[in-house]
């Protein structure tokens, strides 16, 4: 089914709403959450809503927090969510990190006390029309064995990068450091469809293609699948962006990561508060003229799309290219939403007393 993205948009704030988000938090809120939507990456959009909302019921979200730098230096902070959604947290500490980078060339913020804060990409964007490059990390619900394990020990602790150019459209990379995303895995059970082999192992650390194969006491793999592939280098930068977001913050880390889902409690004897982000801006013109870089950025984007494709390829594709293209015409024609996510929509706008136009 196809819905237009203002209709969406008015159901998602409504529950937001009615969730106790003041008027601003829960249109922020609604627009990181829709964007993933916008963008193709229909894991991590309204299909989640009624995630955050169980989350709340048990008291694990706080609506209205006091969010708050606790810590900082010219070009660094620390920033204590209070608890609150992580679609709101996140765009208060990429906005300290772009205001210090204003001032100290740089800045870097890393985020305790947070929860799920949608696509790493919305953060990650919001440094581009300040002519900087912005990072985004977070770490994430333990649901990946490290390389040679079979206990789940690190999120899918994804990685967004975006970079500014001129007349060519931004470099956006926006990733798990897992094969795929637990989000990828939930379409598929959805669809009743299986895995491809290399992104679930069974409880007994055996790859399998069994899309509920996490729900069955296995876990997810780290980028590369396997050893021979390179699985080492995915379990290394996930471990990267767990420490980033949660070490250096005081979130928690690794095993102890709450989980997103609301009928598993968090460990009871907790090393750090909440789920940790760490958010970076870089100004371009701390290192050159943002105009020279920029007019650079449009000759590296452009020579790498006239790269010679592979026989049965039509084009060499710039991170950030397939979610634009999705975006521009899911704007126009509307965000298509499978039946099981629809359903789930609507269940839930009648528990909350808000109408679902389907």
């Known amino acids: 089914m196809v819905f237009q993205y203002s209709d969406l948009n008015n159901f998602t704030k409504s ?37 955050y909302v169980r989350l709340w019921e048990k008291g694990r979200i706080n609506t209205n927090p006091d969010i708050k730098v606790i810590y900082e230096t010219p070009s660094t902070a620390v920033v204590d969510g209070d608890g609150g959604l992580g679609l709101v947290v996140a765009p208060f500490a ?106 679930v192992q069974d409880k007994d ?40 977001s949660a070490v250096l913050s005081g979130a928690n880390y690794g095993p102890w990561v709450p989980p997103f889902v609301a009928f598993l409690e968090p460990d009871p004897n907790p090393v750090g508060e909440g789920l940790g982000h760490f958010l970076g801006a870089m100004r371009v013109d701390a290192f050159r003229p943002a105009d020279e870089f920029k007019a650079n950025m449009d000759n590296w984007i452009s020579r790498f799309r006239k790269a010679k ?24 024609d509307g965000i298509p939403i499978i039946k099981p996510v629809v359903d789930d929509l609507k269940s839930l706008g009648e528990k909350l007393g808000v109408k679902f136009n389907s």
């Open 94 to 199: 990429m906005k300290v990190a772009i205001e210090k980078a204003k001032t100290a060339g740089t800045g870097w913020v890393s985020v305790k006390n947070s929860n799920h804060y949608g696509i790493a990409g919305y953060h990650a964007m919001m440094a581009l029309k300040h002519d900087m490059i912005g990072i985004s990390l977070t770490n994430a619900s333990p649901l990946v064995s490290p390389t040679f394990s079979k206990e789940r020990m690190l999120g899918t602790n994804p990685i967004s990068v975006a970079i500014p150019a001129n007349e060519q459209p931004p470099f956006v990379a926006d990733m798990a450091t897992t094969t795929a995303a637990n989000g990828k895995l939930e379409i598929l059970q959805r669809k009743e469809l299986d895995a491809p082999l290399g992104w």
């Open 15 to 51: 529950i937001f709403l009615k969730m106790g988000c003041p008027e601003d938090a829960a249109a922020l809120a609604t627009d990181v959450l829709l964007s993933a939507d916008l963008r193709g990456v229909d894991s991590h959009g309204v299909a989640r809503l009624s995630g």
């Open 205 to 244: 650390g055996n790859q399998t293609t069994d899309a509920n194969g996490v729900k069955k006491g296995g876990a997810l793999l780290p980028l590369g699948g396997d050893r021979e592939h390179g699985s080492h280098k995915g379990y290394a930068l996930g471990a990267i962006v767990d420490i980033f």
């Open 309 to 332: 494709p592979v026989e049965g390829q039509e084009k060499v594709l710039i991170p950030g290219d397939p979610e634009r293209e999705l975006e521009t015409a899911r704007k126009k």
